[in-house]
T-cell receptor, first 117, second 112 residues
Framework: SAVISQKPSRDICQRGTSLTIQCQVD?????MFWYRQQPGQSLTLIAT?????????ESGFVIDKFPISRPNLTFSTLTVSNMSPEDSSIYLC??????????????FGPGTRLTVL | DQQVKQNSPSLSVQEGRISILNCDYT??????FLWYKKYPAEGPTFLIS?????DKNEDGRFTVFLNKSAKHLSLHIVPSQPGDSAVYFC???????????FGTGTRLQVTL
């Protein structure tokens, strides 16, 4: 299994500011995913980040709001820009168990709990 | 449009008894289903999965049943233990896509 760490683990931010969340994996992976879990809601996929290409965003999420970097095969960042209280969520990164397989479970990081005041 | 639904937000079960968590889906393209467990302040951890070519998969105390005609799956935990107390999410994917669609979760409380 992959070991995934995220920084920061939690933060409280003022509206209008931006926060960059880091995700570090202990092995090289092609795909990384970023999810959001709003209070009382399910995990919702924000985007898929592949190394060497632009991230692919899901419906309802845009690059200007959630820019993603993927500089190498073990690291990615997600920035939550111009934050509002509605962005208060847990943000999680994940990686698939093994690429190239049809069926994949994913390993998740511990999450970043963001509160926007 | 919630494609994966867990209609029970919470469930309380006595230790030693069976816990049954349910999940319904609407997208008939889904062909792989997973259950995750999540403790507070931790990321979800994979529990068990099933592909659409099967109707049952068992792993120790955990069994997942799939009823494709009803678009329904369930997770059975027997016997339930206090350490099983967590939020359980079902998730689904299809084809070669690794993208997962999650349900809203069911909080399981196993009491002594």
């Amino acid at each position: 299994s992959a070991v995934i760490s995220q920084k920061p683990s939690r933060d409280i931010c003022q509206r209008g500011t931006s926060l960059t969340i880091q995700c570090q994996v202990d092995s090289q992976v092609t795909m990384m995913f970023w999810y959001r879990q709003q209070p009382g809601q399910s995990l919702t996929l924000i985007a898929t980040a592949n190394q060497g290409s632009e991230a692919t965003y899901e419906s309802g999420f845009v690059i200007d709001k959630f820019p993603i970097s993927r500089p190498n095969l073990t690291f990615s960042t997600l920035t939550v820009s111009n934050m509002s209280p509605e962005d208060s969520s847990i943000y999680l990164c994940s990686v698939p168990r093994a690429s190239g397989l049809v069926y994949n479970e994913q390993f998740f990081g511990p999450g970043t709990r963001l509160t926007v005041l | 449009d919630q494609q994966v639904k867990q209609n029970s937000p919470s469930l309380s079960v006595q230790e030693g008894r069976i816990s049954i968590l349910n999940c319904d889906y609407t997208n008939s393209m889904f062909d792989y289903f997973l259950w995750y467990k999540k403790y507070p302040a931790e990321g979800p951890t994979f529990l068990i999965s099933i592909s659409s070519i099967k109707d049952k998969n068992e792993d120790g105390r955990f069994t997942v049943f799939l009823n494709k005609s009803a678009k329904h799956l369930s997770l059975h935990i027997v016997p339930s233990q206090p350490g099983d107390s967590a939020v359980y999410f079902c998730a689904a994917s299809y084809g070669t896509a690794s993208k997962l669609t999650f349900g809203t979760g069911t909080r399981l409380q196993v009491t002594l």
